[in-house]
């Protein structure tokens, strides 16, 4: 018997307490928000694949940013499923 939903499922969180803002470069360590994203995604094999990760948004402090608040990326993570969800090859 198999139950329905996805088979693998990956919890992540970004490791380092500062995040850089992709706009300016500049790091920061204040955290605006916390809010958990998931991504779902159906990874080859036809294997349902569920990413749970947990993502913060940082306050931007340089002053001639214009972006005040930037969410933190996940490398192999949040690359992995804008990746997959770009490509749809079969
Ligand atoms: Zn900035």
Redo the contacts with the bound molecule.
């Keep these: 018997m198999f139950s329905r939903g996805p088979s693998v499922r990956i919890e992540g969180s970004a490791k380092a307490d500062k995040a850089v803002?992709?706009?300016?470069?500049?790091s920061?360590a204040r955290v605006h928000s916390r809010y958990q994203r998931r991504l779902c995604d159906a990874a080859a094999g036809g294997q349902e694949v569920l990413v749970e990760l947990r993502v913060r948004r940082f306050f931007?402090?340089?002053s001639c940013?214009?972006?005040k608040t930037?969410a933190e990326q996940v490398p192999g993570l949040t690359d992995f499923a804008t990746r997959r969800g770009h490509t749809r090859s079969r």
């Design positions: 803002c992709p706009d300016c470069g500049v920061s931007c402090d340089s940013c214009e972006r930037f």
